[in-house]
């Protein structure tokens, strides 16, 4: 039967078998994608079912890598592909992104007319202060 396993890699300096100690394990998909989407393609005499698609999110949560896994299907699996994500992880927002609201208070309203903002704006100097 197929299983499918979702967990983290610990670094160690021992190396770590996570398909298990059965010499017919096999692996079909290794993928690091945070919301994964596979198709299980079945086989062998039962080759005539429809393929069965599977958000692995919701079909099993992260365990350790020594957990066995939950079952795909008690039909013979031939090949499993992994298919686009539909969802994907929310963007981190940085603190400095942010822009920050400044509030300005004017004690007194300013006498400023259009033409001395322009020539503030474009550098122009006046001749009369």
Known sequence: YAYLKRFTFDAT???ANFLG??????????TDVVYPRVEAIFGGGDDFREPLEIDVEEFIGV???KAKGKRISN????EVKELEPTRFP???EDEN??????EI????????NDADLLDEITGQMSLFD
Do not use: I, Q, T
């Open 13 to 15: 300096d021992k190396a």
């Open 21 to 30: 100690d059965n010499p017919d394990s096999k692996l079909f998909l290794l």
């Open 63 to 65: 365990k350790s890598f």
């Open 75 to 78: 039909y013979e699996v031939k």
């Open 90 to 92: 929310e963007p981190e």
């Open 97 to 102: 992104d942010k822009p920050s609201k400044v």
């Open 105 to 112: 208070e004017a004690e007194e309203p300013l006498n400023v």
